[in-house]
């Protein structure tokens, strides 16, 4: 995929970086611990990411400063997304007619 700003385009390789979890009535598989931690695996691989990209960037070089500030901005909207997964699950736990989802799917 490609990202551009604006200024900057470079190829972005990480289409997606997001967890993903679906409320299933028949397992009753909703664990709104276990899927904020797994929000919160994906939280931390991105921040690596972004550790690992910038021990590579030549600061010197303002073109390679500039490509690295685009991966950045780019993986930060990625831990923005990991954020608004956490405030759906906390939504979706929320009690709703005096019960949790994961009250009722036990």
């Keep these: ?32 611990i276990k899927e904020k931690e797994s929000n919160n695996n994906v939280r931390n691989y991105i921040n690596s990411l972004k550790v690992r990209i910038m021990s590579f960037v030549d600061t010197n070089n ?26 759906m699950i906390d939504k979706l736990n929320e009690p709703t007619f005096g019960r949790k989802i994961s009250d009722i799917f036990e």
């Design 62 to 87: 303002s073109s390679t400063v500039n490509k690295s500030d685009h991966y950045l901005a780019v993986l930060d909207e990625q831990l923005s997304i990991c954020d608004q997964t956490d405030m």
């Design 1 to 32: 995929m490609v990202k551009s700003d604006g200024v900057v385009t470079a190829l972005f390789p990480f289409q997606q970086l997001s967890h993903s979890f679906e409320i299933d009535d028949i397992y009753g598989d909703f664990d709104p």
